[in-house]
């Protein structure tokens, strides 16, 4: 079986324990499973340092941070800050660099957010399109993904 990509299944730890607390770590396990990722509970405690989640009396969570605004405690946001490079646009395309291996991740994550400016994305190693119907989408898409980033 072949392993989630980190980026991705960082992703996914992140939007789970950003809708609620996750009481342990065999709860995140059960739950990513059923979802089609397998993990082990060495590889998700790692995940979970090197995410910032904080053990409360309620479980794993997200920490709020002061300052933070919406940007900093959406799960894409950290995506984008972690992986992406570079964004420019090109009529209407954006093009996405990412660090080596992140693109496939990061696309699927933004194909998940279902923004009504975004037609799709194709994933390569480094680079996303992601295409726009016109230039004023693109434009829109683009500012929403460095707002994210900021």
Same mark, same amino acid.
């Not at 072949?2 to 342990?24: D, N």
């Not at 209407?92 to 990061?106: E, H, M, R, W």
């Not at 194709?122 to 119907?133: E, K, N």
């Given at each position: 079986?072949?392993? /989630?990509?980190?980026?991705?299944?960082?992703?996914?730890?992140?939007?789970? !324990?950003? $809708? +609620?607390?996750?009481?342990?770590?065999?709860?995140? %396990?059960?739950?990513l499973? *059923?979802e089609?990722?397998?993990? /082990? &509970?060495?590889?998700? @405690? *790692?995940?979970?340092?090197?995410?910032?989640? %904080?053990? /409360?009396?309620?479980?794993? @969570?997200?920490?709020? &941070? #002061?300052?933070?605004? #919406?940007?900093?405690?959406? #799960?894409?946001?950290?995506?984008?800050? +972690?992986?992406?490079?570079? %964004?420019? +646009?090109?009529?209407?395309?954006?093009?996405?660099?990412?660090? #080596?291996?992140?693109?496939?991740?990061?696309?699927?994550?933004?194909?998940?957010?279902?923004?009504? +400016?975004?037609?799709?994305?194709l994933?390569?190693?480094?680079?996303?399109?992601?295409? @726009? @119907?016109?230039?004023?989408?693109? *434009?829109?898409?683009?500012?929403?993904? $460095?707002?994210?980033? !900021?």
């Amino acid at each position: 079986m072949r392993s /989630t990509p980190k980026p991705l299944r960082h992703h996914r730890i992140l939007q789970l !324990a950003g $809708r +609620e607390p996750l009481l342990t770590q065999e709860d995140m %396990v059960r739950r990513l499973a *059923r979802e089609g990722m397998r993990i /082990t &509970q060495a590889t998700l @405690s *790692r995940d979970i340092k090197e995410l910032g989640l %904080v053990k /409360t009396a309620e479980g794993y @969570s997200v920490p709020a &941070q #002061p300052g933070d605004g #919406p940007a900093h405690g959406h #799960p894409l946001g950290r995506m984008l800050r +972690e992986f992406v490079v570079e %964004v420019r +646009e090109a009529q209407n395309l954006l093009v996405i660099k990412t660090t #080596p291996g992140s693109a496939q991740p990061v696309a699927a994550a933004l194909d998940a957010e279902s923004w009504p +400016e975004l037609l799709g994305t194709l994933g390569g190693d480094d680079t996303i399109l992601a295409v @726009s @119907s016109d230039r004023k989408n693109c *434009r829109v898409l683009g500012k929403r993904i $460095r707002e994210l980033m !900021a």
